[in-house]
């Protein structure tokens, strides 16, 4: 018997979600306070043992345009995470002006 417990955790960036100019010369990375999750936690259920070693949820991959300031859907990645993650996507907007 594994006892299931549930707790929130943050949505981690991690590097995944960037802000992309179309430019070649750009580097394409945002500054990490410039995306704004919504929510920023979600809830985890699971296995007490995996449960308690999780930092955050990271989302999959997403590109934003700079000056894209609508929000963009993100799912999270929860692949052969073997727990149940609610909302399984977040919203992500990029809060910094046009350069």
Known sequence: FESR?????????DGRV???ADSIASTGAAAHGDLVFDPDWV???GP?????RL???????????????LPH?????????????EPAQVK????????
């Open 48 to 52: 007490r043992r995996l449960v308690r």
């Open 5 to 13: 417990v549930t707790r929130r955790v943050p949505v981690l960036n």
């Open 55 to 69: 930092r955050g949820i990271r989302p999959n991959s997403l590109s934003i345009a700079p000056g894209d300031t």
């Open 73 to 85: 859907v993100a799912e999270l990645d929860t692949a052969g995470m073997g727990v149940r993650v």
């Open 92 to 99: 992500v907007r990029n809060r910094a002006p046009v350069p």
């Open 43 to 45: 809830r985890v259920t």
């Open 18 to 20: 960037i802000v992309h």
